[in-house]
């Protein structure tokens, strides 16, 4: 990703940023597990509030 489709580090402070997300019943089919689905969400999570 290019660096100027990126915003700057300050663009969220001061405001709330909510996340929501549940697990599929097809986590299975497509190969994943719910380890899985629970790694992905922390690391958005993460990367949203570095």
Do not use: I, N, Q, T
């Amino acid at each position: 990703m290019p660096a100027s489709d990126v915003l700057p580090r300050e663009a969220l402070k001061g405001l709330r940023l909510g996340l929501s997300a549940s697990g599929s019943e097809d986590l299975g089919r497509l190969g994943f597990r719910s380890a899985h689905f629970k790694l992905a969400l922390g690391e958005v999570a993460r990367a949203a509030l570095a």
